[in-house]
């Protein structure tokens, strides 16, 4: 009992037990160009694969991406079908991912922060680890949830439901189902939780779209928006980039402070779906 006493103090009480963070614009700046290349790519596969005019591609592109959160599940919405494997691989296997040089510096910061991190991301199991590679993160993260987590193959997935919102009437109009399981929805959120084991309200979640962020926030997490210096609604921190994280939230670094010297750690031993 005297063991148990003492090991109690050492483990301060921190109001977080798990940070989750999306991966691309969150953990590398949108300016590395990455993104660009990613947007030029699916347009291709619209064009290419999908036999989609090309004049209209561009502005088709942007409003599934706002209505869907994903251009794929836009696409899949819309009666397309194709092979997930063929667009990610056409889309991200061919991205010029020497834009990303490794980042040391967000490594310390990850590595010093005695908290479980995860990540929480929609793009595929083969792009995020090939990301995570090229920054040297590829130790950091305790277990990843991305496309195929979220849909599993052969498996009927919940169809995300989805209201957009009509610039003409300026009213919410309900949009077709997709069958692709992604943030800003919230049943994505409730999968994630449920495979990575999370509790919402002791979960900070990072990412650089806001409304991923306000769903986040809907289903209990705080919120982090990165690439951003304003707050707005739903955002509990802004962030301009995420190596600021210590300046702002000094406080997830407090129990480090307050256990030196003691023998304390928090690593969480959990299946860890992407080798990187
Ligand atoms: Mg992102």
Redo the contacts with the bound molecule.
């Keep these: 009992m005297e063991f148990k006493n003492e090991y109690q103090q050492q483990i301060p009480q921190s109001k977080y037990e798990c940070l989750l963070f999306?991966?691309?614009?969150?953990l590398y700046p949108l300016s590395s160009g990455l993104?660009a290349e990613c947007t030029k790519n699916i347009r291709e596969y619209m064009v290419k694969k999908l036999g989609i005019e090309k004049t209209k591609v561009p502005e088709m592109c942007a409003q599934l991406y706002k209505d869907y959160g994903t251009t794929m599940a836009g696409l899949r919405a819309l009666g397309y079908d194709f092979d997930h494997d063929d667009y990610h691989s056409f889309v991200h296997g061919r991205l010029p991912y020497e834009y990303l040089k490794p980042d040391p510096v967000l490594k310390a910061l990850l590595h010093s922060l005695p908290i479980r991190k995860v990540i929480f991301?929609?793009a595929n199991e083969a792009h995020v680890a090939e990301v995570l590679r090229r920054l040297g993160l590829e130790d950091c993260f305790e277990d990843v949830i991305c496309f195929e987590s979220l849909n599993p193959k052969n498996q009927d997935s919940p169809k995300s439901s989805v209201t957009g919102y009509d610039d003409v009437s300026k009213r919410a109009v309900v949009l077709p189902e997709s069958p692709i399981i992604c943030k800003p929805f919230e049943n994505a959120f409730q999968q994630a939780f449920k495979m990575a084991k999370i509790t919402p309200h002791k979960t900070l979640f990072f990412?650089?779209?806001i409304r991923?962020i306000q769903t986040a926030k809907l289903t209990g997490l705080d919120t982090v928006l990165v690439g951003f210096s304003q707050r707005k609604k739903g955002v509990d921190y802004a962030l301009e980039s995420i190596h600021n994280i210590k300046e702002a939230l000094p406080e997830l670094w407090e129990s480090v402070k307050k256990s030196k010297g003691g023998r304390y750690s928090r690593k969480v031993g959990i299946e860890t779906h992407v080798k990187a």
């Design positions: 999306d991966v691309d614009d969150t993104s991301s929609n990412d650089d779209s991923n």
